[in-house]
T-cell receptor
Framework: DAGVTQSPTHLIKTRGQQVTLRCSPI?????VSWYQQVLGQGPQFIFQ???????GRGNFPDRFSARQFPNYSSELNVNALLLGDSALYLC??????????FGSGTRLTVV | AQSVTQLDSQVPVFEEAPVELRCNYS??????LFWYVQYPNQGLQLLLK??????LVKGINGFEAEFNKSQTSFHLRKPSVHISDTAEYFC??????????FGTGTSLTVIP
């Protein structure tokens, strides 16, 4: 079975631009979560979606938004990018709680 | 709210020696505890998790961890490390099972 797939793997954006990151969960997994991992830090929770409904939101500004589609894939959008948004963005999926599988992440660099 | 403290940012250890990576958590409610490993340029891989029951949890790659409620700790151990264990290790806590709070990580370096 394919694991959690994230795209793109790397991208570079300019301050003020907008970015969309994509995640395809493991087949059958209905829950998707997003995490931000700044270099040298542990991942920080951004969002969790289950059955297309937002179930949790971390302490991130409104510039961050996400959605989940009927096929359970998900997008994370970040508007008005700041230098501090440079990070590895991780997507994780789960069939049920407690057993999340993470993707390899999207490395976002804001210049 | 929950938080996790990983007491050692870097742990060097010789190959075939035992290792312990320390993790302490704080929470006002019952929690679930996890250890993840991250190899360079990769995502997180679940090593083991404590949900309930036996306080000694065995995971993949020969790792185990012990939940100690009185000391609010969940230390990770391996009796004999290999070069391939060199990686970043993250302890995480959750009270719901779907939102994780991670520590800042411990970089394990296995020395040949």
């Amino acid at each position: 079975d394919a694991g959690v797939t994230q795209s793109p793997t790397h991208l570079i954006k300019t301050r003020g631009q907008q970015v969309t990151l994509r995640c395809s969960p493991i087949s059958g997994h209905k829950s998707v979560s997003w995490y931000q991992q700044v270099l040298g830090q542990g991942p920080q929770f951004i969002f969790q979606y289950y059955e297309k409904e937002e179930r949790g939101r971390g302490n991130f500004p409104d510039r961050f938004s996400a959605r989940q589609f009927p096929n359970y894939s998900s997008e994370l959008n970040v508007n008005a990018l700041l230098l501090g948004d440079s990070a590895l963005y991780l997507c994780a999926s789960s069939l049920n709680d407690y057993g999340y599988t993470f993707g390899s992440g999207t490395r976002l660099t804001v210049v | 709210a929950q938080s996790v403290t990983q007491l050692d940012s870097q742990v060097p250890v010789f190959e075939e020696a035992p290792v312990e990576l320390r993790c302490n958590y704080s929470s006002s409610v019952s929690v679930y505890l996890f250890w993840y490993v991250q190899y360079p340029n990769q995502g997180l891989q679940l090593l083991l998790k404590y949900l309930s029951g036996s306080t000694l949890v065995k995971g993949i790659n020969g790792f185990e961890a012990e939940f100690n409620k009185s000391q609010t700790s969940f230390h990770l151990r391996k009796p004999s490390v290999h070069i391939s264990d060199t990686a970043e290790y993250f302890c995480a806590v959750s009270d719901t099972g779907n939102q994780f709070y991670f520590g800042t990580g411990t970089s394990l370096t296995v020395i040949p």
